[in-house]
């Protein structure tokens, strides 16, 4: 099993340019997230799909868009980036099942710049 | 939001000693949750706490679930070079959504050989 992969995995964008970052998970968890992590404030949501077809917006979710394609992929898509969205985005996946409900598992992250 | 207070922020020690962290909040959790993320890399999940008094070990690693249900603690004994990365904690706050976690903002250890 890869887990949970994310691609790219570093990317550069001029202010007001637009891109995905996809996410995929292969361990059939039901509910996945995206993260970003900034120096001195830790990880903070910004959406989360709790199923295939539903979407919910996180502590931070301003200025990004996502779609949960299916079971297994979840993308987040920035429609007009700004230099404040430069940040390490993390995916992550959590089957919720009674006996593990909030383990969530990481993908290995995309750095992206906004210049 | 909620608050997780992680504590130290930071740590410099010597290959072969014990580490303790630990994190508190003012509010009551119903899961304890110990990542460790290396330099580049997403975080890993080290140990999951179900419930409150609850002791757990992953190897060298021991958590416990506080009583109160209002704090945690990660142990690392006879610490190794590879331990160096950043531990974070992460609680599912009770009364709160199932699906969102509240994060510490770590605990960098450095451990010099």
């Known amino acids: 099993n890869a887990g949970v992969t994310q691609t790219p995995k570093f990317q550069v964008l001029k202010t007001g340019q637009s891109m995905t970052l996809q996410c995929a998970q292969d361990?059939?968890?039901?509910?996945m997230y995206w993260y970003r992590q900034d120096p001195g404030m830790g990880l903070r949501l910004i959406y989360y799909s709790a199923s295939e077809g539903t979407t919910d917006k996180g502590e931070v979710p301003n200025g990004y868009n996502v779609s949960r394609l299916n079971k297994r992929e979840f993308s987040l898509r920035l429609e007009s980036a700004a230099p404040s969205q430069t940040s390490v985005y993390f995916c992550?996946?959590?089957?919720?099942?009674?006996?593990?409900?909030?383990?969530?598992?990481f993908g290995p992250g995309t750095r992206l710049t906004v210049t | 939001g909620q608050q997780l207070n992680q504590s130290p922020q930071s740590m410099f020690i010597q290959e072969g000693e014990d580490v303790s962290m630990n994190c508190t909040s003012s509010s009551i959790f119903n899961t304890w949750l110990w990542y460790k993320q290396d330099p580049g890399e997403g975080p890993v999940l080290l140990i999951a706490?179900?419930?409150?008094?609850e002791l757990t070990s992953n190897g060298r690693l021991t958590a416990q679930f506080g009583i109160t249900r209002k704090d945690s603690f990660l142990n690392i004994s006879a610490s190794i070079p590879s331990d160096v990365g950043i531990y974070f904690c992460a609680g599912q706050l009770s009364g709160g959504s199932n699906y969102k976690l509240t994060f510490g903002k770590g605990t960098l250890l450095t451990v010099n050989p």
């Open positions: 992550a996946s959590s089957y919720d099942r009674v006996e593990q409900p909030y383990e969530q598992y």
């Open positions: 706490l179900y419930k409150a008094g």
């Open positions: 361990m059939n968890h039901n509910s």
